[in-house]
């Protein structure tokens, strides 16, 4: 009866804590009306907007604050200045903003803004916009804001643009004043240099005016398509194009956090359906016209991004089995930008690319949509959430695709060691923006975030770990999870302790480093001994291969993590006693004699980043002949 009663109370608890957590989180939400004309031979158009913002914080607000992304691609800029100035640059940057001629510069500039049919004060400070309220929007309050500006694309230079290396005439994206994300640390109005974004999740309906000949995609879903054509329309209907020159495009997308688009007169449009999944669509230039490229590499190009379309549905089907299923409607796969860079709903890539480079940044793109469009982590400050947990996923997908043996990780490792040894590492805590160096910024957002889950596995184990990835997205999608909203999570699904793998691993640059010191025969048994180089300290799998073929496994438990993971492999297991995190070095014992062991392995699947994996292997028969 005791036990009954304890049980209850632990559950009524624990029901309660959750309650209180679910009580306590908001979000703020935001519902843009834009209508957009766009002057094609100038690059520049004129924008209106209706935004209604609604404050779910416990907090009264007496200001906001809007991105003004454009105007970062101005001489002078920070953007430019960081550029210029940090010790390896972004190749596709340089100085090239600091040479662009005056009607190759970005900028949006604001003609007129009021709140609540009040016009207000505002000042712009780069690429802020500060507005100081009339009226104070208390919590649970809202308001509506509405803009009209004006606005020049700058010369494509990273993500944004007009003209970019293949031809693209318009890569859409930061295009439009963008409302600055509040949330349980305050407001969020990072300048603009080319890194990361955090936005409140919100409703849009965007029309945008433009020339007839020019096919457009991006965020949302078309509403108009009989009107657009170009692939568009229903099957059978009838494209009933409007008089004059220009053709206006009518999009909503409901619950996104931006929303990006593209458009060229040369784009040929493709759609594919995903069982039980979202609608694709493909648009990208016919003929392939990239620069420098022969003939038949065009054509080759196009071949590309024909087969790109099978690829693209295997790799949803992956990723709904196990990373969570995707809740929008379409996805669109669109030809232009720098390189590759996800949007809700879509992404914008570079086409002249192998077949495999082609679908490999198809799939890490489209794995955004889980780990920032939809589990829409602060990029800022989580980068290693959005970038790193999209490399494991994209890793393991393309593996998947292509039928590939071995570690699908394995790159991931190479580059945290190759950090590490050249001194320059920084902690995964640093702010996207202040890395001293892009190398240290991007290992440790793409590379050690990768490894970061694919560690996890391995203390936890793959099914308390695979349980908790899909976990996770059911729990945190439309929301914006923090690290520690994760390793709750997978702290609730292991019954183990992990703050102090988030504590070593993310918030310090202390590596791992476990070695095989000796194994010694004694009579008829033998004795291993192990010693911990490194300071992050680990639980152990060690695997022991006798002369016979059979093996067998020793599990050494961290005494931190309260806990221990369930068998993985088939093959005996024996769990010793744990290993303490103070303690330099730990031996055990084996009821057989050293002469019938043929191997000793810490770690055989090289899960753990282990920054010498060479003293990880004690070969015994070379150990007996010397």
């Known amino acids: 009866m005791k036990q009954l009663l304890s049980f209850l109370l632990i559950t009524f608890f624990a029901v309660s804590t959750l309650q209180a957590q679910n009580k306590d989180y908001w ?50 800029s920070m953007m430019d200045v960081r550029s210029r100035t940090i010790a390896d640059p972004d190749r596709r940057v340089g100085d090239r903003i600091y040479h662009l001629e005056e009607d190759e510069i970005g900028y949006q500039k604001v003609k007129s803004l009021t709140q609540d049919g009040e016009i207000v004060e505002y000042t712009v400070d780069g690429t802020v916009l500060v507005v100081e309220l009339n009226k104070p929007i208390e919590p649970g309050g809202t308001s ?32 439009y004043p963008k409302l600055a994300e509040y949330d349980v640390r305050g407001w969020h109005p990072n300048e603009y240099v080319g890194r990361e ?124 089995e196990h990373f969570g299923v995707y809740p929008y409607p379409q996805f669109s796969t669109i030809q232009g930008g720098d390189g590759g860079m996800e949007y809700p709903m879509g992404t914008l890539i570079t086409g002249g690319r192998s077949l495999g480079s082609l679908v490999g940044v198809t799939v890490h793109e489209m794995y955004h949509s889980w780990y920032q469009n939809v589990l829409a982590t602060n990029e800022s400050l989580y980068e290693w959430m959005d970038e790193g ?36 590492e920084e902690p995964m805590v640093t702010h996207a923006d202040h890395y001293n160096t892009n190398q240290a910024y991007g290992i440790a957002a793409y590379s050690k975030g990768a490894i970061f889950l694919n560690q996890l596995e391995y203390i936890i184990g793959r099914e308390d770990f695979r349980n908790g990835m899909l976990k996770y997205h059911k729990e945190w999608k439309m929301k914006h999870p923090t690290d520690l909203d994760f390793v709750h999570l997978m702290e609730k699904e292991s019954g183990m302790i992990l703050d102090w793998y988030y504590e070593y691993f993310v918030q310090t640059t202390k590596t791992i480093d476990y070695g095989i010191k000796a194994v010694a025969g004694n009579g008829n048994e033998t004795v291993i001994d192990l010693e911990k180089i490194g300071l992050m300290p680990m639980p152990l799998d060690i695997v022991v291969e006798y002369q016979d073929g059979s093996s067998e496994q020793y599990y050494i438990p961290l005494r931190m993590m309260r806990g221990e993971k369930p068998m993985e492999f088939d093959m005996p297991r024996s769990v010793l006693e744990d290993w303490p995190w103070v303690q330099p070095e730990y031996s055990f014992t084996i009821d057989r004699p050293v002469s019938e062991i043929q191997r000793v392995i810490i770690d055989p699947t090289e899960r753990m980043a282990d920054i010498d994996p060479e003293n990880n292997s004690f070969d015994v028969p070379s150990m007996l002949n010397e």
């Open 389 to 424: 947990f999209t490399s494991f996923a994209s890793s393991e997908t393309m593996a998947h695709l292509f039928d590939r043996d071995g570690n699908p990780h394995s790159g991931s490792y190479r580059g945290y060691r190759f950090i590490v040894e050249s001194g320059k």
């Open 197 to 320: 974004f955090h936005a409140p999740f919100g409703n849009f309906d965007v029309k945008i005016t433009i020339d007839q000949d020019y096919v457009l995609g991006g965020t949302g879903i078309l509403q108009n398509p009989n009107e657009i054509g170009y692939g568009y329309e229903d099957e059978g209907a009838k494209v009933k194009r409007p008089f004059g020159d220009k053709m206006t495009w009518h999009f909503k997308a409901e619950n996104v956090i931006d929303f990006f688009w593209g458009a060229d007169p040369d784009f040929k449009h493709v759609t594919a359906q995903v069982p039980n999944g979202p609608k694709l669509h493909f648009l990208y230039q016919q003929p392939a016209v990239v620069e420098g490229a022969s003939e038949e590499e065009n054509a080759q190009y196009t071949k590309n991004w024909e087969e790109l379309v099978d690829y693209t549905i295997g790799a949803f089907e992956y990723a709904n």
């Open 144 to 175: 509506t804001f509405k803009m009209e500006w004006d606005a020049q694309v700058p010369l494509q230079i990273r993500r944004s643009g007009w003209n970019n290396a293949e031809g693209v005439e318009f890569s859409m994206s930061q295009w």
């Open 27 to 76: 979000q703020q939400e935001v519902d843009y009306t834009m209508e957009i004309d766009v002057d094609v031979e100038n690059h520049q158009y004129a924008g209106k907007q209706t935004l209604v913002y609604t404050n779910n914080s416990p907090e009264t607000l007496d200001r906001v604050y809007y991105h003004l992304y454009f105007n970062a691609f101005q001489p002078g």
